[in-house]
């Protein structure tokens, strides 16, 4: 089988360093670190209280807010990168074929806190 291609057009980023590739270059090269006390839950009874947390994310800059609000955050998150890495890549997708374009993504866990929450409250209500 012969090699295949891979070219990659477009980069976005939503991390602790920053929300845009910008963003996380400039954290990189500066060497600054992302983790810090976690504020997004209670960590009370928890070993660990440090995390790398996304910060200054708005989901409204990426997609319409009802939409927003039936998303997990990972799912925003998710799709604010793939618009930026769209955004980045200069793409127009009218022109492209779109049977040869593709999406990578790298996430360590997603989508935990949603299933969390909704298993909560099928334990309260059934």
């Not at 799709?79 to 022109?95: F, K, M, N, V």
């Amino acid at each position: 089988m012969g090699r295949r291609r891979v070219v990659i057009t477009g980069i976005g980023a939503i991390t602790p360093l920053g929300n845009t590739r910008e963003g996380l270059w400039a954290g990189v090269h500066t060497e600054r670190s992302a983790v810090r006390r976690i504020t997004r839950f209670d960590t009370t009874g928890y070993r660990s209280q440090v995390a790398g947390e996304i910060e200054g994310f708005d989901p409204a800059e990426y997609m319409l807010p009802r939409r927003a609000a039936r998303l997990d955050r990972f799912s925003q998150l998710g799709i604010a990168a793939a618009a930026q890495a769209l955004r980045d890549s200069c793409l127009d997708l009218e022109r492209e074929d779109r049977d040869r374009v593709g999406v990578y993504v790298g996430s360590a866990v997603g989508g935990v806190g949603y299933a969390e929450e909704q298993h909560e409250i099928y334990v309260r209500k059934g």
